[in-house]
């Protein structure tokens, strides 16, 4: 196979490659009713004058499955980490006890779980055209290619093998994160 094909497959699988990425990050995003680190991630905090990432300044757990605890390093920066959490919007009500962190994580109602539910599957969609306009974008690019007819059909072949790959897992991470969400 020469250079220039296999640059075009391997660009196509890369960008298939980040779309997945961003799917699992925006799947992440979506609470599915229990407690998870993950729904801190874009809580930022005022530490000394600069804005930083609350994993940061300290740690998030999950003692059990309808509570985060942040435990911060410096027992200074309790009212600045409860700050950010408010600021964040996500919904939460922190409770500072002097030495951490709590937060309950209310459960989901039905409604609001079926809202999660179309979140998610309108995540997967975007990702599944991400997906195919990398194989459009390739195919096109093998056209415009001086190759055999047969190298190109092969070519094409395994752009959509790949495409096929890629759709199918974008398939199943919705239908494990549906579960998850439904899932009382």
Same mark, same amino acid.
């Given at each position: 196979?020469?250079?220039?094909?296999?640059? #075009? #497959?391997?660009?196509?699988? @890369?960008?298939?490659?980040?779309?997945?990425?961003?799917? $699992?990050?925006?799947?992440?995003?979506?609470?599915?009713?229990? %407690?998870?680190?993950?729904?801190?991630?874009?809580?930022?905090?005022?530490?000394?004058?600069?804005?930083?990432?609350? +994993?940061?300044? %300290?740690?998030? $757990?999950?003692?059990? %499955?309808?509570? #985060? +605890?942040?435990?911060?390093?410096?027992?200074?920066?309790?009212?600045?980490? @409860?700050?950010?959490?408010?600021? %964040? $919007?996500?919904?939460?009500?922190?409770?500072?006890?002097?030495? *951490? #962190?709590?937060?309950?994580?209310?459960?989901?109602?039905? @409604?609001?779980?079926? /809202?999660?539910?179309?979140?998610? =599957?309108?995540?997967?969609? /975007?990702?599944?055209?991400?997906?195919?306009?990398?194989?459009?974008?390739?195919?096109?690019?093998?056209?415009?290619?001086?190759? *055999?007819? /047969?190298? @190109?059909?092969?070519?094409? $072949?395994?752009?959509?093998? !790949? +495409?096929?790959?890629?759709?199918?897992?974008?398939?199943?991470?919705?239908? =494990?994160?549906?579960?998850?969400? !439904?899932?009382?």
């Amino acid at each position: 196979m020469n250079e220039e094909l296999q640059f #075009i #497959i391997d660009t196509a699988k @890369e960008q298939m490659e980040n779309a997945l990425e961003h799917l $699992n990050r925006e799947l992440a995003n979506i609470r599915a009713g229990k %407690a998870s680190p993950a729904m801190l991630r874009s809580v930022m905090v005022d530490y000394y004058g600069s804005q930083t990432p609350l +994993t940061q300044v %300290a740690n998030v $757990n999950t003692p059990d %499955a309808r509570t #985060i +605890t942040v435990q911060p390093w410096e027992k200074n920066m309790l009212q600045e980490i @409860e700050k950010g959490i408010m600021l %964040a $919007n996500i919904g939460f009500n922190p409770m500072n006890n002097g030495e *951490s #962190i709590i937060i309950n994580v209310p459960a989901l109602t039905e @409604e609001r779980r079926k /809202d999660l539910v179309k979140q998610a =599957k309108a995540e997967a969609e /975007d990702d599944k055209v991400s997906v195919r306009n990398a194989r459009r974008d390739a195919n096109n690019d093998i056209k415009k290619l001086d190759i *055999s007819e /047969d190298l @190109e059909k092969n070519a094409e $072949n395994d752009i959509q093998d !790949m +495409t096929n790959k890629y759709i199918k897992i974008i398939d199943d991470l919705f239908d =494990k994160k549906e579960i998850e969400i !439904m899932t009382i």
